[in-house]
């Protein structure tokens, strides 16, 4: 039975030597957690598509001296996938920054929308974005992502407008588009950005901010999804389209 290959982050120096001590959290995980153990295979990533493949020569108590057998670079998917994130309530932004980076996308922008129930303030900013961050780091590695999901910066509203504006394509997950998500003419090159609004949907006035800045409504399905689960899905159509998967 073939056994998948853990992958764990590294620098992209310590990758260009032939044999080096993995340590750190890194190193703590793959030989406290994981117990890998001598002669076992483990891939190395600096996420921004740098691949060693080595094997595990010494292990120790917290990390372990690997040794490199093949470098090799994974190219950026294109076009670009973000999505900007209405920031839902409770767990359910770790979840679903979970499952868009398992899916592949590339940027998550969470978003501080009118209707949000949770809003980031103060304090609350930086230990929401150190979750987030966190989780996109090892649900990459997880999901062998060799180029790391990017977690942006909290946005407002007026801040989104701004991105949807620069992007080759910018949609808006609405319940009363017209459009289709399966139907709209994709770009093959560029930042697609899907936005994706909280459990109380997304504001008249946010929505007309977002038209103006050039962004397309579109419907995702007959049926109403949760903020947790509908940037996932569009991200699984989106990609399936572009050739991506």
């Known amino acids: 039975m073939r056994v998948t290959v853990p992958v764990f982050l590294a620098d992209a120096a310590d990758l260009g030597l032939g044999q080096f001590v993995l340590g750190g959290p890194e190193g703590r995980h793959a030989a406290a957690v994981r117990r890998l153990r001598e002669g076992e295979r483990l891939d190395l990533t600096d996420g921004a598509g740098l691949v060693a493949e080595c094997v595990a020569r010494e292990v120790f108590k917290d990390s372990l001296r690997v040794e490199v057998l093949r470098r090799y ?43 949000s129930i949770t809003q980031w303030k103060g304090d609350k900013v930086a230990k929401a974005l150190g979750r987030w961050r966190s989780t996109a780091r090892e649900a990459g590695k997880q999901a062998r992502r060799f180029h790391a999901a990017e977690v942006a910066e909290l946005h407002s509203t007026a801040q989104v407008a701004e991105l949807l504006s620069g992007a080759a394509l910018a949609l808006v997950l609405h319940e009363e588009a017209e459009a289709s998500l399966a139907s709209v003419e994709l770009p093959v090159s560029g930042d697609i950005v899907l936005v994706v609004g909280p459990e109380g949907g997304i504001a008249a006035d946010e929505l007309d901010r977002f038209t103006a800045a050039k962004a397309v409504p579109a419907l995702l399905g007959p049926t109403v999804l949760r903020t947790s689960t509908a940037g996932v899905a569009a991200a699984a159509v989106v990609q399936a389209r572009t050739g991506r998967w």
Not at 78 to 93: E, I, M, T
């Open 73 to 115: 670079e994974v190219p950026a998917p294109a076009p670009r996938l973000v999505v900007v994130q209405g920031l839902p309530k409770g767990d359910r932004g770790e979840l679903a920054v979970e499952m868009m980076t398992e899916a592949g996308v590339d940027v998550i922008v969470p978003w501080s929308a009118s209707r």
